[in-house]
């Protein structure tokens, strides 16, 4: 694996580690600033709102003018929106800067899987994505760790000279180590006319829609559980910053395990497979979870638990479906991954709308959307890939620079 992929895994980080390491201040913000829950979970809602739709620009600039420009824009804007929050008075002005972190923090989604795109396709782009997997998901489990330790040294607003810190390293790897992977031959023209035309053809792609949104769904149950897991684990039953970072971190661990998986899996059975059997352990998992919170148990071990393979089975579905869906997308790579990051997100958001609106301190809410989630995206797997027994198992097209 090249330095170039290293730097992509880190790149892919940044976003989540916006949102990671801020999760366990939410309660401390909301005290500080004087204002609701509600009203601080919109800094969280503003951020995946930037960080959703904007993907659809970055898509189209990537493919115009490669890989690099696009994230060093996103990366400035990324680090203008830390410094905002850093030194945010009042509640309004959280969200505003937030939101501009959102726009920037898009970049680091969008163009790390076209440049995986650009270099590798079938199993072993699943590999690849297994690894961003990995590294984004060693931010569940070590970023609230060090956010609750800053939280606690230095308040809240070390969390986003922190992540302002991070970003300034993202932008010099991006400097000195990461070349160009877009062929210039490749490169895609931009004009209004030409990015409707490609986005259209997409939204009529029922196949890259379909794949899009069963990770869209597992994403959105996954939304559930950060916009609630703070009040949750905090308010209802008493955790401290630093236990909480423990409980969540334990959380994501299966996700991180399961991901690895993905690309050995795919070898073996095929992509469409691994994804239908994920699918439905995710549901089955969330179902399960829902209905022993309904019937009144409320112990947090058991919940932690259950949430952890939970999410382990959808550690097996993000990346594959992600590879599907791009894996026949060609020179529109770039823009088939800013629709569909941004399609997701906004799935995201809505569900985060969805779960501010409802009491935060009962495990039962919470555990209702991830299982309707689920629920989703199995009815999405079976109508996507259910007559498909195997699907992209091709050797690596293309290399590492």
């Known amino acids: 694996m090249g330095r170039a992929a290293l730097v992509v895994g880190l790149l892919?980080?940044?976003?989540?580690?916006?949102?990671?390491?801020?999760?366990?201040?939410?309660?401390?913000?909301?005290?500080?600033?004087?204002?609701?829950?509600?009203?601080?979970?919109?800094?969280?809602?503003?951020?995946?709102?930037?960080?959703?739709?904007?993907?659809v620009v970055y898509g189209p600039a990537a493919d115009r003018f490669g890989r690099r420009p696009p994230m060093f824009v996103g990366l400035g804007l990324y680090m203008l929106g830390a410094l905002?929050?850093?030194?945010?008075?009042?509640?309004?002005?959280?969200?505003?800067?937030?939101?501009?972190?959102?726009?920037?923090?898009?970049?680091?989604?969008?163009?790390?899987?076209?440049?995986?795109?650009?270099?590798?396709?079938g199993v072993e782009a699943t590999r690849m994505m297994g690894f961003i997997m990995l590294v984004i998901s060693v931010s569940p489990i070590l970023a609230p760790a060090l956010g609750g330790g800053l939280i606690t040294l230095l308040g809240w607003r070390s969390v986003f000279v922190a992540v302002l810190s991070a970003?300034?390293?993202a932008l010099f790897l991006v400097a000195f180590v990461l070349p160009e992977t877009l062929d210039p031959r490749l490169r895609a023209p931009l004009d209004a006319r030409?990015?409707?035309?490609?986005?259209?053809?997409?939204?009529?792609?029922?196949?890259f829609l379909g794949l899009t949104f069963i990770g869209g769904a597992g994403m959105s149950g996954f939304f559930a559980f950060l916009a609630t897991s703070p009040f949750l684990y905090?308010?209802?039953?008493?955790f401290t910053a630093n236990q909480f970072a423990?409980?969540?971190?334990?959380?994501?661990?299966?996700?991180?395990?399961?991901?690895?998986f993905a690309a050995p899996l795919a070898e073996r059975?095929?992509?469409?497979?691994?994804?239908?059997?994920?699918?439905?352990?995710?549901?089955?998992?969330?179902?399960?979870?829902?209905?022993?919170?309904?019937?009144?148990?409320?112990?947090?071990?058991?919940?932690?638990?259950s949430l952890a393979a939970t999410f382990a089975c959808l550690g097996l579905v993000i990346g594959p479906t992600m590879v599907l869906a791009l894996d026949e997308q060609g020179e529109r790579a770039g823009a088939a991954s800013a629709l569909g990051g941004a399609l997701q997100m906004v799935a995201g958001m809505a569900t985060i709308g969805v779960v501010s609106l409802l009491p935060k301190g009962d495990p039962r809410f919470m555990a209702l959307a991830i299982a309707a989630c689920a629920l989703f995206a199995a009815a999405l797997t079976a109508g996507t890939l259910g007559g498909m027994r195997r699907a992209i198992a091709a050797p690596t097209a293309g290399g590492s620079p």
């Open 246 to 260: 423990l409980a969540f971190g334990f959380n994501a661990a299966g996700f991180i395990g399961a991901s690895q």
């Open 167 to 169: 970003a300034t390293a």
């Open 84 to 121: 905002g929050a850093a030194v945010s008075p009042t509640i309004g002005w959280l969200v505003a800067a937030r939101l501009v972190q959102g726009v920037g923090a898009a970049s680091t989604m969008v163009i790390p899987r076209a440049i995986i795109r650009d270099m590798y396709v």
């Open 269 to 305: 059975f095929g992509l469409a497979y691994v994804v239908r059997v994920a699918v439905a352990g995710f549901a089955a998992f969330a179902c399960a979870t829902a209905l022993w919170t309904l019937v009144g148990a409320d112990w947090v071990g058991v919940l932690i638990a």
């Open 194 to 207: 030409s990015i409707a035309r490609t986005y259209g053809e997409l939204l009529r792609d029922r196949r």
């Open 12 to 55: 892919a980080a940044i976003g989540p580690v916006a949102i990671d390491m801020y999760l366990p201040a939410m309660p401390t913000i909301a005290a500080d600033l004087h204002t609701s829950a509600r009203a601080t979970q919109a800094t969280l809602t503003s951020f995946f709102l930037a960080f959703g739709l904007t993907q």
């Open 234 to 238: 905090v308010g209802h039953y008493g």
